[in-house]
């Protein structure tokens, strides 16, 4: 019987041990297992809420940024007159390019910025709606809208662009990664013209703040400098995002 409840007493040892040890190993963060998230994850998570730097609620338009880096990005801009326009030409910016599946630039942001698109063989849009983000109008003809260019080429070309390369100058006009491109009404896009935000805007207000993080965006992202009344309206413009 001793020999019999000393071994007993071994495996009852052992067996707390072995509970002991799996309770002070606890799931960690990273390691895999339900209820864990790495540090990457929880950033990853943080970046896409509204305002942790990414896009907001109510943006429509790719690789939108928070207002907080907005304003980052706009004080840093190198501020300065607009160049000339001497050799200027919108050929010299290649577009529409093509992107693939027998579609180019145009119709891949018509795609993009529609509801219900359905396209042709050739990758047409056929069909679709589309909301015009600087007047609010409702488009239901493809034929009707315009691919603008937020940070216009002509100026671009005031700005910095007539010092790039070829490559650069196409990079620029079919961007679909940054909120350089986006289909509005013809009408609202050929009033822009190729104007800065302060000698246009649209006349849809509610816009605006989206309006300002793109601009600053794209001119900070391809290194353009702004005027004074450019930045002076970016930053009213800024001004109207919701705290």
């Given at each position: ?152 080429l002509a100026e671009a070309w005031r700005s910095g662009a007539a010092g790039w390369d070829a490559a650069k100058r196409k990079a620029f006009a079919n961007d679909l990664t940054r909120p350089q491109l986006l289909a509005v009404s013809a009408s609202s896009n050929r009033s822009k013209g190729d104007q800065s935000p302060d000698l246009w805007q649209p006349t849809d207000k509610s816009s605006w703040c989206q309006y300002g993080r793109a601009w600053t965006t ?26």
């Open positions: 019987m001793g020999r019999q409840s000393g071994a007993l007493g071994a495996v009852v040892a052992v067996a707390l041990l072995v509970g002991l040890s799996g309770c002070g190993s606890p799931v960690g963060p990273g390691d895999g297992k339900t209820g864990g998230k790495s540090p990457t994850d929880a950033a990853s998570s943080a970046a896409s809420q509204p305002g942790a730097g990414g896009a907001q609620a109510g943006d429509v338009l790719p690789g939108m940024v928070s207002v907080s880096v907005a304003r980052t990005q706009l004080a840093a801009l190198t501020v300065g007159k607009p160049a000339t326009m001497a050799g200027y030409s919108r050929d010299k910016f290649t577009h529409w390019a093509e992107q693939g599946n027998k579609c180019d630039t145009r119709e891949v942001v018509l795609k993009r910025d529609g509801a219900d698109v359905t396209q042709d063989g050739e990758c047409r849009a056929q069909s679709g709606k589309w909301k015009s983000l600087y007047d609010g109008a409702v488009v239901t003809d493809a034929a009707k809208l315009d691919i603008d260019h937020m940070v216009p794209v001119k900070s992202h391809y290194g353009l400098t702004v005027t004074e009344p450019e930045r002076a309206k970016i930053t009213a413009m800024l001004d109207t995002c919701a705290s």
